[in-house]
């Protein structure tokens, strides 16, 4: 059970919020007959896009995925077993995680165990957002309300951009937990599993220590600009991140703001 500071419905993986006229968790994809306990490098699974893991569950293909091929795990349909080496987001955290008060940031994340490099930590799981939705809800946010909202921006090879709003205010993991720095020591990688609602996973960019709290990049791949220069109607919040590199306040997705907001 979590503490009392969990105010949250809990979830594991994501939900559908309201408006989405479909489940995250719908089967669409076709499976592999492997029919073993997991799949070897000759599964169509791991043919298609290459393997993503390796055996110890070390992600193989690092955080330039975002520029790279996708990354799809066998799925609900697939004949191979739990412990495949191509399930790693879907069977949860592989580490101990801690919520911990901060001494600036309110509560934050942390593994009671050392992490090593490139291996899986959490999901950022939620609400499933449509657009409509997720700009209401910005529009009624208060000038102090914590924001849990995280949109996915996908690129595709054709310049079309897949747009997937998450949002953890109401119903979420302990994703919600994990703050931002200027110099993270997460990555994030999304991930389809049963269909293509994209599954946003965190993976070690470095080896972390036992109570070192953990922490990814609000920024996403987009290289951080001098937030000084703008703070966009007051907006972004400051960022205590205290890294070498902070840049002293958080980013914000302006385009989920109506004009003259």
Sequence with gaps: MWPIYWTTSYTSTHVAGPGLNRHPNEIMYEGCDCGMASCNPQCPCILRYGANYDNAGHFLKGPSIADS?????CNASCKCGPECVNRVVQNGPQFPLEVFA????GYGLRSSVPVPKDRFVCEYAGEVL??????KRTREMKLHD??????VRESLANGNVITTPIDLTHIGNVGRFINHSCQPNLYLIT?????DIPRVAMFAGRNIDAG???AYSYWGDHTPQQAAASDDKGRRSK???ESKTCQGLLPCSEDLYEPGT
């Design 212 to 214: 070192e709290e953990l």
């Design 191 to 195: 991930v389809r599993v049963d269909n």
């Design 102 to 105: 901060t001494r600036r940031k």
């Design 146 to 151: 914590l924001n849990y909202i995280m949109v």
């Design 69 to 73: 091929q996708p990354v799809f795990e």
């Design 239 to 241: 960022c205590f991140c």
């Design 130 to 135: 449509t657009l409509e939705e997720v700009k």
